[in-house]
């Protein structure tokens, strides 16, 4: 079935800092999406991307939807406190309802 | 703001309980997920619904859990017996029919001791 591998699985940064983040995927997606989840809520959508090669910003936050439409990455730039999360990416496939989800990159920071 | 409306948020029962899970989509999405999130597995897709009809419900072990959409506002998770392995958060989650992303609820935690 599809998999989405994404990386790094935690990061410990400093207050200021800026975070990488990236899924990979063994299959094509159309779209890919990124969410954020704070302690116990729901995932809430950061960015949504639609196109392969699209660039999108939201704030701090830059997303990338690769080439391939097997990868997408995002970026977190100056951390702050309220970035403390964890972050997953999903994908969703021509035609498929459903999303498939990453296992997460858990965001700490040290203030 | 619209939202997704889970209920309850905390639930713990004892193994070999019915329990159920209620969700209340936003007005107007028509697709409905439940997800269930564990340290080990993470987010797995257990079923889901497109204008209430049920597309696919692979993920879900048919033997003791039951998704059903008995209207527009409610969708529900059924499971019986319960066992200490259900143990998790379970999500819903709602869509447009102009499929851009989806909005999750807060979730119900589940114990079954």
């Known amino acids: 079935g599809q998999q989405l591998n994404q990386s790094p699985q935690s990061m410990f940064i400093q207050e200021g800092e800026d975070v990488s983040m990236n899924c990979t995927s063994s299959s094509i997606f159309n779209t890919w999406l990124w969410y954020k989840q704070d302690p116990g809520e729901g995932p809430v959508l950061l960015i949504a991307l639609y196109k392969a090669g699209e660039l999108t910003s939201n704030g701090r936050l830059t997303a990338q939807f690769g080439i391939t439409r097997k990868d997408s990455f995002l970026n977190i730039s100056a951390s702050i406190p309220s970035d403390v999360g964890i972050y997953f990416c999903?994908?969703?496939?021509?035609?498929?309802?459903?999303?498939?989800f990453g296992q997460g990159t858990r965001l700490t920071i040290n203030p | 703001d619209a939202r997704v409306t889970q209920t309850p948020r905390h639930k713990v029962t004892e193994m070999g309980q019915e329990v159920t899970m209620r969700c209340q989509p936003i007005?107007?999405?028509?697709?409905v997920f439940w997800y269930r999130q564990t340290m080990m597995q993470g987010l797995e897709l257990l079923a889901y619904?497109?204008?209430?009809?049920?597309?696919?419900d692979s993920g879900m072990p048919k033997d003791r859990f039951s998704a059903e959409m008995p209207d527009a506002t409610l969708a529900t998770l059924k499971i019986q017996p319960s066992e200490p392995r259900d143990s998790a958060v379970y999500f819903c989650?709602?869509?447009?029919?102009?499929?851009?992303?989806?909005?999750f609820g807060s979730g119900t935690r589940l114990t079954v001791v």
């Open positions: 989650a709602s869509g447009s029919p102009t499929g851009d992303g989806y909005t």
């Open positions: 619904f497109r204008n209430r009809a049920p597309l696919d």
């Open positions: 007005l107007g999405h028509n697709t």
């Open positions: 999903a994908g969703q496939a021509q035609g498929a309802q459903k999303l498939v």
